[in-house]
């Protein structure tokens, strides 16, 4: 499988290291308007077709997909360009700006005929995915509540520099891959209700959100959300989470600890690989990048529709939608009206 690569910057470089470790891909080409890291990068990846202008990229053409790993604002114009091109795509959270262009951006693939798989790889670290094994396997009965919490006094904003700029932050940046993670265990979402707060002064969005969610299987969850949280350990980029269920309950704690307490007891350590491009403490976000390209290669070659597809991915957006709206108009809204 040919692939094509948008946007060379600070995260795309974990994208290319992944792709070099998964067999059935060659990353052919790539493409930046800011040619000095686009060339750096084709220099470091081996990758001799550089574009600084995407029309051209798909003009030129030669790849069955494209992976978009540019900021918000270029995804749908890049996604419009690829389903025009009849490329199947990837492209990097958050989809897009508003419900608006993503719903245009998933009916443009569709009608390509061709696939559309959003990078939302939280779900996909292998802690998370060892947690949703155990509550799949029953070993906490039904569960009745849950917490999702990443809470992080990390400074992400000295390699994401433009997160202190936007009017919206860690909501629509880190809070969308937590209620992803809660949609994946919890099931889709009647009801939100969501607090933010600011308290860095030197950015412009919320750096403090907490959330209370109803979702349609009956679960009450929270999903709090913090990078003003100075704490020891410091858990970045870790989430945490605690289920309840009828005969048991889970948690998986700080460093990596799982535990399983009622009918089934376990403590397990359920620590992420150390792929040798990655390094600490990134190494979780790094491995499941490598599981969610891998993934989306397995959709391809299966003709099944990727886990985290654009389609499933509305509604992660719509609860961001949803919780900016709370904020603002500080009272519960159903998800019928995003
Ligand atoms: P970045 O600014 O470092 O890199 C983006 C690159 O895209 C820049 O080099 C820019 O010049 C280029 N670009 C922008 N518009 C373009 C266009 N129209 N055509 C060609 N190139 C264009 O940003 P980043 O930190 O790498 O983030 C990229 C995306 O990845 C963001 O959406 C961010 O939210 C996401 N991200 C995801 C994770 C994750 O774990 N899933 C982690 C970090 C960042
Ligand atoms: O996933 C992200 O988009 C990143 C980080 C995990 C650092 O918040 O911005």
């Known amino acids: 499988m040919k692939g094509a690569l948008i946007g060379c910057g600070f995260f795309a470089q974990n994208q290319l290291n992944a792709w070099r470790d998964i067999s059935e891909v060659d990353i052919v080409a790539l493409c930046d308007v800011n040619t000095v890291s686009m060339r750096k ?32 604002p270029s995804h749908r114009p890049l996604v419009e360009m690829a389903a025009k091109s009849g490329v199947d795509v990837i492209c990097q959270k958050p989809f897009a700006e508003n419900m608006d262009d993503a719903r245009a951006m998933v009916s443009a693939v569709q009608s390509s005929g061709k696939t559309l798989m959003v990078h939302e790889n939280f779900r996909w670290q292998s802690p998370v995915q060892a947690a949703l094994k155990t509550v799949r396997s029953g070993a906490i009965g039904k569960p009745f509540f849950g917490r999702v919490s990443f809470r992080s006094g990390y400074d992400v904003f000295s390699g994401q520099p433009y997160l202190a700029d936007g009017a919206r932050f860690i909501i629509e940046d880190l809070g969308i891959h937590i209620l992803d993670i809660a949609r994946a265990f919890f099931g889709d979402v009647k ?87 990655a390094e600490k403490p990134w190494h979780n976000i790094q491995e499941s990048v490598h599981t969610i390209q891998q993934h989306f290669v397995d959709c391809l070659t299966s003709g099944l529709e990727p886990e985290t597809s654009g389609a499933d991915n509305l509604k992660t957006l719509a609860l961001v939608e949803a919780a900016y709206l709370s904020a603002a108009q500080d009272r519960k809204i159903d998800l019928s009206e995003i």
Request: charged share 25%; net charge negative; with cysteine.
């Open 191 to 277: 009801s939100i209700t969501a607090t933010t707060k600011r308290i860095n002064p030197r950015i412009q969005g919320e750096d403090v959100a907490t959330m209370l969610l109803s979702h349609h299987t009956g679960v009450t969850s929270v999903v709090d959300c913090s990078y003003a949280t100075r704490r020891q350990p410091e858990t970045f980029p870790q989430s945490l989470l605690e289920i309840d269920g009828d005969i048991g309950t889970l948690r998986l704690d700080a460093d990596y600890k799982l535990t399983v307490q009622g009918k089934t007891q376990m403590e397990k350590d359920v620590s992420p690989k150390l792929l040798p491009w």
């Open 41 to 72: 990068t084709g220099q470091v990846f081996g990758i001799n077709r550089l574009y600084s202008d995407a029309e051209h990229l798909f003009s030129d053409g030669g790849f069955d997909f494209v992976d978009i790993a540019t900021t918000v």
